[in-house]
């Protein structure tokens, strides 16, 4: 396993197109507008050379049998689906950010088990070339992004009826050595912090739409890919002297714009091959792995936003007000409730054909359902609790003049005890959480990430089984 200076120094040796404000980037890796989200990402290395976390952050390689980071594991059951939910709740704590890492593990995961029943009902070889790859991303602690978002045009025309054939990622061209690929991904959490882009198709497709059902894996600097970044509510504070502002500065994510422009994957490295009738498996499998992740991670961020809630009160000394006790035992009911969800479509996992163990469908949308609201709500209650001041506070630059510093330090102090300055740190964090850098990861990505609301309700509606809750109701009612 890597250490984290391992870990960015490999980062470091990919010669990659990575474009911010209109410049290509000559270090992404270091760049302070990145160096958050790496700093994010390499806690997932960190965590696994911590022997406090030995048992979470680190598993037994099903294919190898050699220890390795649990974030490139294929789960070998229902306890190992419990360990990423209080893994990621953990990391969530510990960065109050996206921490990016589990959308390649959850690409792995549903790979893993839909190119085994492809090759089961078509004689492919996928899963082999499959397991191949991840032996290396294992035996190399890498990082993979996950990219399944296309940029999609005009949402009412499936793929190939579009004014752009582009708009969704596709085949080109096949030779005899592999196949050629053009399109781009959308919102590529974490980017710059992977060494390789397993792709796998964002919807549903017929036959019509063939050249999209399309998977593979490769290098971020492979030629032909580029990177847009994109830019956050409030990024460039991290521009600015002193760390006050940024709210929470040593943290962040970030998410990209992902272009391949006649990239070419060797076939070793492809994983579906027009396979239309296995795109919509693909894309539930990975789904349903995702909208878990959120039952873990955002709970971490749920258990910040709790505790900055109840800090600020302490501040404010309204710690004892009953309003107060009342909105945060709100805050901790929403936010276990979020936490119950994602163990239970775990405990209620299933093994697939290859054996890799599978969560609950049906529970795992619930969870995604469910993480679309109570981190909105959790958010209302923190912006509440923290008061107007929270928008209306003096720049750093303001409390460290020496003209208007000493009326900040004297008029925004509250409880005497409290150092003002500790005040105003603990209002930027809360900003930065609720309408700066991480509300991207607290809420935007609440919302949208893993499928945006109606996605899971659709899922919800297929697996719910109206028929049988009708029967049971017939045969109580004597119809
Ligand atoms: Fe992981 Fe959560 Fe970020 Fe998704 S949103 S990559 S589950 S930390
Ligand atoms: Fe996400």
């Not at 209080?86 to 995961?109: E, I, M, P, S």
């Not at 089984?465 to 109580?476: C, P």
């Amino acid at each position: 396993m890597k250490t984290p200076a391992e870990y960015l120094d490999s980062l470091r040796a990919l010669k990659r197109d990575i474009y911010l404000f209109g410049e290509r980037l000559e270090n992404p890796v270091d760049h302070p507008l990145v160096k958050p989200s790496t700093n994010a990402i390499a806690m997932t290395y960190a965590l696994a050379q911590d022997p406090e976390y030995h048992d979470l952050a680190t598993a037994t390689s099903s294919l190898t049998g050699q220890p390795i980071n649990r974030f490139t594991h294929l789960h070998q059951s229902t306890d190992d689906l419990v360990k990423k939910v209080k893994l990621l709740r953990v990391l969530g704590q510990k960065t109050a950010v996206c921490f990016q890492r589990c959308v390649g593990w959850d690409a792995y995961n549903a790979l893993d088990s839909v190119t085994f029943e492809m090759d089961q009902a078509l004689g492919t070889e996928y899963h082999r070339r499959f397991r191949s790859f991840l032996r290396y991303v294992q035996e190399n602690d890498l990082v993979c992004d996950g990219a399944m978002t296309d940029v999609k045009g005009d949402r009412s025309l499936p793929p190939s009826a579009q004014a752009d054939p582009d708009l969704y990622l596709h085949i080109v061209d096949e030779r005899k050595d592999g196949i050629v690929v053009r399109g781009a991904k959308a919102h590529q959490t974490g980017i710059v912090n992977s060494h390789e882009i397993i792709v796998m198709p964002t919807a549903r497709l017929s036959e019509a739409d063939a050249d999209y059902a399309v998977s593979f894996a490769v290098p971020t600097d492979a030629p032909g890919i580029t990177v847009i970044l994109g830019r956050q509510s409030c990024d460039t504070r991290l521009l600015e002297e002193g760390d006050m502002d940024a709210g929470n500065p040593h943290f962040g994510g970030h998410e990209g714009l992902v272009i391949f422009d006649d990239v070419f994957v060797p076939w070793e490295r492809v994983f579906m091959c027009r396979e239309y009738q296995f795109a919509g498996l693909l894309v539930e499998r990975f789904a349903a792995y995702h909208r878990q992740s959120y039952g873990g991670c955002k709970v971490g961020l749920g258990d910040v936003a709790i505790g900055a809630a109840a800090l600020i009160a302490e501040y404010h000394g309204v710690e004892r007000a009953s309003h107060i006790r009342e909105k945060l035992v709100e805050m901790v009911h929403l936010n276990e409730t979020l936490y119950a969800c994602g163990l239970a479509c775990s405990w209620e996992g299933q093994s697939t054909a290859s054996g890799t163990y599978l969560v609950n469908l049906l529970l795992a949308n619930v969870t995604k359902q469910n993480v679309t609201r109570f981190p909105y709500e959790i958010g209302r209650l923190l912006e509440d609790i923290a008061g107007g001041i929270l928008v209306t506070l003096p720049s750093e630059k303001d409390y460290r003049s020496p003209e208007v510093g000493p009326y900040i330090e004297k008029y925004l102090k509250a409880k005497a005890d409290v150092p003002t300055e500790k005040r105003l740190r603990l209002l930027r964090f809360i900003e930065n959480l609720t309408f700066g850098r991480a509300a991207i990861s607290y809420r935007a990505e609440s919302m949208h990430g893993a499928g945006s609301p109606q996605a899971q309700r659709i899922v919800i509606a297929r697996q719910a089984d109206f028929e049988g809750k009708k029967e049971l109701v017939k045969k109580l009612a004597g119809i």
